[in-house]
Structures are given as structure tokens and as C-alpha cells.
């Protein structure tokens, strides 16, 4: 029972940042709303608006990706993945989670906490005029999504070892998000 309670507490955490990244796709619509209006409307161009843009795009991007490895809408060979059993996909998700995802993960968090501490540490700003200040926030998305990532593959690998256990089939039954 404890591996299943900590599968759903890690499917939550993985749901909470897909709120988040919801939350920040309809500040990114407003955003480029009030841009698009200021430019053609007013004859008005903001750097730090057309920044904050591509900071929030990458930080859906970054942020969403957690929510599709718990949701299976990650990147795999479904023509092969789709006619197997529910252990033979628990097995194929369990390898790759292992083998490929989690060490990647930590890999680039590991080393990308060193790069945003950098861009803080030397006060990093936008290189255009009346861009935005303080560049390593968006610097520090990145291990902080990594880091988020390895927590759902994480959640994944229990997915996998509650399939293999016969405790629950959650997860394999149903296809992947389609969108």
C-alpha cells in the first residue's frame, strides 16, 4: 500500500505543476495580448514584455514535461509499446526510466544548478536595453525542472513496480493523452 500511496502522492505533485503550467500559458496569452496590442495600437515595443514571452514559454515547456511523463505523453516507440502486455509495458517503462531518464535528469539538474548559480552570482541581466533584470530565475527553471522530471520518473518506476506486483494496472490500461 505504501508504494501505491507514494505513486499518488508523486501523480499530485506531477498535476500541480500542470496547474502551474496552465496558470502561466494564460499569463503568457495575456502577455503577448497586451504586446501585440501595444505595438500595433500604440506604436509601443517593450523588450522586457517580449522577454518575459520565451521566459514563460520555456518554463511551460520545462514544467509541463513532468506532468507528461506521469500522463504518457512522453516520447516512445508506440507502434512497438502499444501491442504489449501490461508487464511487458511496465518492463519497457521500468528500463527506460533507469536506465535513460533518471540518470539524464540528474545529470543535467546536477549540472545545471552550477549554471544558474553562475548567471546569479555575476548579477546576469537581459543584454538589451530595458530587457529584463535578474536572468538566473529563468537559469534556475531549468535544474529545478530536471529535478521535477527525475521526481516523476521517480513515480514512474513505482507506476511500473505496482504493474509487475499485480497491485494496480493504473497507467497501462488506457492509451496516452492524445492531443
Not at 503568457?28 to 497586451?34: D, G, Q, T
Amino acid at each position: 500500500m505504501f508504494l501505491i500511496h507514494l505513486e499518488r502522492g508523486i501523480t499530485r505533485f506531477s498535476n500541480f505543476l500542470g496547474v502551474i503550467c496552465t496558470l502561466m500559458f494564460i499569463a503568457l496569452l495575456f502577455n503577448v495580448f497586451y504586446d501585440v496590442l501595444m505595438r500595433y495600437a500604440f506604436n509601443n515595443v517593450s523588450i522586457a514584455m517580449q522577454e518575459l514571452e520565451w521566459h514563460l514559454y520555456s518554463a511551460i515547456f520545462l514544467l509541463g514535461i513532468p506532468y507528461g511523463i506521469q500522463h504518457g505523453g512522453h516520447v516512445r516507440v508506440d507502434l512497438i509499446y502499444e501491442n504489449l502486455s501490461i508487464r511487458g509495458k511496465a518492463w519497457t517503462d521500468l528500463f527506460g526510466c533507469i536506465v535513460f531518464l533518471i540518470p539524464f535528469t540528474l545529470l543535467v539538474g546536477y549540472y545545471g544548478v552550477g549554471f544558474a548559480y553562475e548567471s546569479y552570482a555575476l548579477g546576469e541581466t537581459s543584454g538589451d536595453p530595458g530587457g529584463l533584470a535578474h536572468r538566473w530565475i529563468i537559469k534556475g527553471v531549468i535544474p529545478l525542472a530536471f529535478f521535477c522530471m527525475t521526481i516523476s520518473g521517480i513515480g514512474m518506476i513505482l507506476r511500473c513496480i505496482n504493474a509487475l506486483r499485480g497491485v494496480s494496472e493504473e497507467g497501462f490500461s488506457h492509451p496516452p493523452i492524445q492531443h
